[in-house]
């Protein structure tokens, strides 16, 4: 485990997500603006989850964290750490029947108060398209300023995006986080 919420676990994947990872990530609305395309078959999300967890989180580069809400996976953090070790980017999926309950802004609340008080990292960043409207919130719930717009940037799914820059100074979570990483 590497954090806990109120509500949430974030941990190391296990094989037996693999299911629960398909079917949440196999929803077209949840794939809408991450970087696979939907249908994820079982067999692609097994071979995905085993490979999540083999990762290393203190290793530069990409490591997912399982979201679990009572022994259930609901979405992943996706944090690609820098080679100097000290700053990130932050991405995050929740499979849809648990978006509209705070559980995504608790988990980054949880994954951030680890990030910035365990770890002691410099900065987190995270870009979203700019028409999802709903990540774009969440990141400034959560404290993330919006450094920036880069119009027709990122050739996605057939189409040119325009893409919404956020970012975190750990100065700055720790003159405002909450006392806990609740929801």
């Given amino acids: 485990m590497f954090a806990r919420t109120d509500r949430l676990t974030l ?8 299911e629960q990872f398909a079917a949440y990530r196999s ?16 067999a692609e999300a097994q071979r995905t989850v085993e490979r999540f967890a083999e990762g290393d989180p203190e290793a530069p580069g990409w490591f997912q964290y399982a979201v679990d809400l009572d022994g ?25 029947e648990y978006q509209g309950h705070g559980y995504a802004s608790e988990a980054v609340r949880g994954l951030l108060h680890h990030l910035f008080v365990d770890r002691e ?23 993330f300023t919006r450094e920036g717009e880069r119009p027709a940037n990122t050739w ?23 006392p806990t990483p609740g929801p």
């Fill in 11 to 18: 941990r190391r994947f296990k094989p037996t997500d693999a």
């Fill in 27 to 42: 929803d077209p609305q949840v794939a809408r603006f991450q970087s696979w395309d939907a249908p994820v078959p079982l």
């Fill in 72 to 96: 259930v996976l609901i979405g992943d953090l996706g944090l690609n750490l820098h080679e100097n070790l000290m700053q990130a980017d932050l991405g995050f999926t929740l499979a849809s």
């Fill in 121 to 143: 990292l410099h900065r987190v960043s995270a870009e979203c398209d700019a028409r999802n409207t709903a990540s774009a919130r969440l990141l400034e719930r959560v404290g």
């Fill in 156 to 178: 996605f799914k057939g189409e040119w995006t325009d893409d919404l820059v956020f970012g975190l100074l750990r100065e700055d979570y720790l003159s405002r986080r909450p």
